[in-house]
């Protein structure tokens, strides 16, 4: 903030923020550090695996894997939104980041976000409908109808991106330039605007609880049917290899949505909390990380396509 020739404040627009990540000092640092790199490079290694596992092995090529091979590529571009920048953090002493990039940063993390909240969805329609109708399975699911749903995903996460962007950064940040959080996201930038942030509030926990519920909806509704006609089968193998399929699913659901409501979808989410970085480090890094081995330790598919990708590397 200025004080122009009339008299008068003005705001000066920011060309930076200064992100203030976990508090402590170099030690601390340090570790998180370390932390960080191991969740990040998990994260890497384990989603690129299924991304090539899936499109390697012609077993895998069925709608079910599609979606996992999406879900695992979001999984991978939205921990690389947030992690290299705060790595960089950890050893250095300014933690500055540009207007625009934070400006970048919150979109394609908002647009990943919300893209996998939409892929979750979709992932159960696709056990509900395999497990429920199979016999109509191979036409409603057919590759263009997998290809509209998940397009669909990344449009809607990309529509929330814009909202929540364009409406946070037209506000003006004239009290500090220093962000309570190791990224850029909505709450923390909020919380250092100086105008009335109402309609930003109304907007982050409207559309963000709309999305949230509405999805969460279709999971449970999806998966109370699953459940239903898995309870009424005969055959005990084939009623654990279902539940074991879609209880892979249930906890990553479980872990994403969980983490994503308590930031997002409740009134006084843009309150300040230290707690609530704790809780970003879940669905920004663990998450990814764990994504992969949920899907890969519990399904029996992916773990002989592993093996036989391996046999294949070993052979040449």
Known sequence: MSIAKNGNLSVRPLQEFVLEDFEGGSQTQALLFALFLVLYMVAILGNLTMIVVITLDARLHSPMYFFLKNLSFVDLCYSSVIAPKALANFLSSSKVITFAGCATQL??????????AFLLAVMAYDRFMAICSPLLYPITMR????????LSSYCGGCLNSILQTSFTFTLPFCNSNHIDHFFCDVPPLIQIACADTTINELLLFGICGLIIVGTTLVVLVSYGYITVTILRMHSGGGRHKLFSTCGSHMTAVSLFYGTVFVMYAQPGAVQPMEQGKVVSVFY???????NPLIYSLRNKDVQEALWRLGQKHTAT
């Not at 979109?107 to 996998?116: G, H, N, Q, R």
């Not at 263009?144 to 998940?150: D, E, N, R």
């Open 107 to 116: 979109f394609f993390f908002s647009l990943l976000a919300t893209s996998e």
């Open 143 to 150: 590759p263009s109808v997998c290809a509209c749903l998940v």
């Open 284 to 290: 920004t890094l663990v998450i990814p990380m764990l």
